[in-house]
T-cell receptor, first 112, second 116 residues
Framework: RKEVEQDPGPFNVPEGATVAFNCTYS??????FFWYRQDCRKEPKLLMSVYSSGNEDGRFTAQLNRASQYISLLIRDSKLSDSATYLCVVNSAKGNTGKLIFGQGTTLQVKP | DTAVSQTPKYLVTQMGNDKSIKCEQN?????MYWYKQDSKKFLKIMFS???????INETVPNRFSPKSPDKAHLNLHINSLELGDSAVYFC???????????????FGQGTRLTVV
């Protein structure tokens, strides 16, 4: 089983739609959680951190459920510029090391 | 000013050759990484260095040898290149993940390696 699992998609949605991505992680000792965005042929960049209480940044809302080991990202009012791959990322602590484990990514294509 | 810069951006080479990819960060971070992104877009960590010390080595063939001359640089040398080494290699840096729970990792633009 992969340490971080995501549905690779693609998700094809019209502009203005609301779309949700889910992610599960296997290491219950994981300390921190993130969503990164990767545009085609570019490097990943941090979109937002994910907190237990849930957090919002404009049209983006992230949720964490530690009991279910589940992370979500909700995008409201999708824009064409939201088209990208969204990577679920977990800081998976083992012993005295921390490392970022990436999910496979979920591809979003927003169409006019 | 590029925060994490790696060179070259593209690398096409023949099987059996030896090649190096260089990475430098100007963010003052303690920790640097090499990730490999294969054709299925999976980003997998290869190595992690903290203050020039190797702290993560993820079952990578010993043909891959990272070298960190100082904490701002982490180079990757690959010996005897194989077809399966073709991928995009990303360098990244962050504060020490052990101490900073919500630290962000910054990535270089990637090196697209093609072995023919």
């Amino acid at each position: 089983r992969k340490e971080v699992e995501q549905d690779p998609g693609p998700f094809n949605v019209p502009e203005g739609a609301t779309v949700a991505f889910n992610c599960t992680y296997s290491n219950s000792a994981s300390q921190s959680f993130f969503w990164y965005r990767q545009d085609c042929r570019k490097e990943p960049k941090l979109l937002m951190s994910v907190y237990s209480s849930g957090n919002e940044d404009g049209r983006f809302t992230a949720q964490l459920n530690r009991a279910s080991q589940y992370i979500s990202l909700l995008i409201r009012d999708s824009k064409l510029s939201d088209s990208a791959t969204y990577l679920c990322v977990v800081n998976s602590a083992k012993g005295n090391t921390g490392k970022l484990i990436f999910g496979q990514g979920t591809t979003l294509q927003v169409k006019p | 000013d590029t925060a994490v810069s790696q060179t070259p951006k593209y690398l096409v080479t023949q099987m059996g050759n030896d090649k190096s990819i260089k990475c430098e960060q100007n963010l003052g971070h303690d920790t640097m990484y090499w990730y490999k992104q294969d054709s299925k877009k999976f980003l997998k960590i290869m190595f992690s260095y903290n203050n020039k010390e190797l702290i993560i080595n993820e079952t990578v063939p010993n043909r891959f040898s990272p070298k960190s001359p100082d904490k701002a640089h982490l180079n990757l040398h690959i010996n005897s290149l194989e077809l399966g080494d073709s991928a995009v290699y990303f360098c990244a840096s962050s504060q020490d993940l052990r101490g900073y729970v919500n630290t962000e990792a910054f990535f270089g633009q990637g090196t697209r390696l093609t072995v023919v």
